[in-house]
């Protein structure tokens, strides 16, 4: 089966000043597009060349894997932004951060030094494991939670190339701009 | 005694158009300053003070990640700006050019595996020219490791290393690393790498 770009689910500008639509044009249009496509090369004549995306991201080693991953983890992550977003979870997703984490903030506080420590590319991210416990995890590089038997909820890209054209050297003002276009409605969804 | 930032040894803009101002200005203001102040913050109090950075990268695997992390990102940024210059020799020469005849059959084999190196290295990293002995191989290394560090899987003398962290290149070619590497090669100092091959 053979992998498709999804399209952004807004305008390429929507969430500016946040994140600038020059930085989506790379991060959507070459980054994650590169990933499609190369995966789609890759996995000609081999075992993966029928499996789910899935399958491709527990199974597969190597360059599928790396660009497999790529292509869920930055789906992942355009899908949950919104030029208008529920700025607080609700519910029962918000009682179970508060359950797992103190408070909202706490969490915040927590998901953000996970976000600014991860050395080189990689992704942090909020999961619930296999007994429904949330937690915080740090990626490496292409690595997804979804190996692990995980169910993400939440991701923060921190490959240089999500933040660089718009922040360069400063991560943390980038994790901080990344809250303001979360839309916690698309994360509830997940939970 | 703590680890100094050194000052670039050439203007920011002396590289341009291949490596732009701007680019060099945060590259060695910002992050590469960064790992000096890590470096000697993770250093503080511990045996390794007063060591030179060659002796803490030959034992690194002992010593806590952030001394991994910022020391190699110390090293590394420091053999990158002295391996650049706006002048000097284009082709390696002499023994140097012998040297990598003997390993890769000619010059052009050599930038073609060494650009091969550097850009299937997979997230951020580096790309090596290695000297081991009398010869040379070519490695590449993740995240701020580098060939002096014991848990290397390749392990010796870099002569010649380029940066293929995104930060090294974003600002001015964004996603298309391979015109990031063509353009290094040619700002590659070459008699600063036949320096260090003389050792």
Known sequence: M?????????????????????????????????????????????????????TIIKKSEGGIFNNGAQVFNHTFYFEQFSATPAAEPTGALKETIEAAFGSLDAFKEAFNKAAATQFGSGWAWLIKDLSGKLSIVQTSNAGCPLRSGFTPLLTCDVWEHAYYLDKQNLRPAYIADFWKVVDWKVVEGRF | MSFVLQNLPYAYDALEPYIDAKTMEIHHDKHHAAYTTNLNTALQGSTSEGKTIEEILSNISTLPVAVRNNGGGFFNHNLYWDVMAPGGAKLPEGDLLKAIDNAFGSYQNFKEAFTKAALTRFGSGWAWLVKQGDSLVISSTPNQDNPLMDMAEVKGTPILGVDVW??????????????????????????????????
Do not use: C, M
């Open chain 1, 2 to 54: 053979s992998f498709t770009l999804p399209s952004l689910p807004y305008a390429i500008d929507a969430l500016e000043p946040y994140i600038s639509a020059k930085t989506l044009e790379f991060h959507h249009g070459k980054h994650h597009q590169a990933y499609v496509t190369n995966l789609n090369n890759l996995i000609v004549g081999t075992e993966f060349e029928n499996a789910d995306l899935e």
């Open chain 2, 166 to 199: 995104e930060h090294a290149y974003y600002l001015k070619y964004q996603n298309r690393r391979p015109d990031y590497v063509d353009a290094f090669l040619n700002v590659v100092n070459w008699d600063e790498v036949a320096r260090r091959f003389k050792g």
